[in-house]
């Protein structure tokens, strides 16, 4: 999602939010994600205090058929917004329209507890790092790694992607089939990628 991304051109606006649309956009990523909401909130406090100055910050990209974006600013019927919540100028969680949220890929390295866990193999590596969507081959291999029946993981949740033999994620995606299916199924597109290591976000980590 962000293989193209130059803030000085792309960024549409950029905005305070008011304390009440604050704590609704709070309330709805504790929703989504019960880790951040457990022990009365200690983990989202940390992140994103309920009395810190939120910013919303807006990308209008046009999302073409193959997933590549580009920005497209004279054609309003073609922009698909990207929301950017960020703290101080540091992105913290996106949403694509009225999608579910994502925590950044810095973010993630900092709490890795807030998504589940995917693994892809070495060969994939270098595709990860061109922003290439994942491939269910790369996860059913003796070196990817996908959780246990009891544990799937459905289609269309936000996950972390792991690389074999990295310590750290290397990308934040969302799951095309359910973990399950991408076992089964075993070809085309398992995960799709959506802040992955070196990107233009990850490299412009204050907006």
Not at 176 to 195: P, R, W
Request: glycine share 10%.
């Amino acid at each position: 999602m962000f293989k193209k991304f130059s803030p000085k051109d792309d960024i549409a606006n950029k905005n305070v939010l008011r304390h009440s649309v604050q704590r609704g956009i709070r309330i709805a990523i504790l929703t989504q994600y019960p880790v951040l909401a457990a022990d009365d909130g200690v983990l989202m406090e940390a992140i994103w205090p309920k009395k810190s100055d939120g910013e919303l910050i807006k990308w209008s990209v046009f999302i073409s058929g193959s997933g590549h974006t580009e920005c497209l600013m004279s054609d309003l019927s073609s922009r698909d917004h990207i929301s950017i919540y960020a703290l101080g100028g540091e992105p913290l969680f996106l949403q694509q329209k009225n999608g579910p949220f994502f925590p950044t890929l810095r973010l993630l390295h900092k709490y890795p507890q807030l998504l589940p866990r995917v693994q892809v193999d070495r060969g994939a590596i270098r595709f990860l790092l061109s922003g290439v969507s994942m491939m269910c081959p790369g996860f059913t291999s003796a070196g990817g790694r996908l959780p246990p029946p009891e544990e799937a993981i459905p289609a269309g949740t936000p996950v972390a992607i792991y690389c074999e033999g990295k310590e750290e994620a290397g990308a934040i995606g969302v799951t095309k089939l359910s973990t399950e299916d991408i076992k089964k199924v075993n070809k085309d597109i398992g995960v799709e990628l959506i802040n992955y290591l070196g990107d233009d976000l990850w490299k412009n980590n204050k907006l």
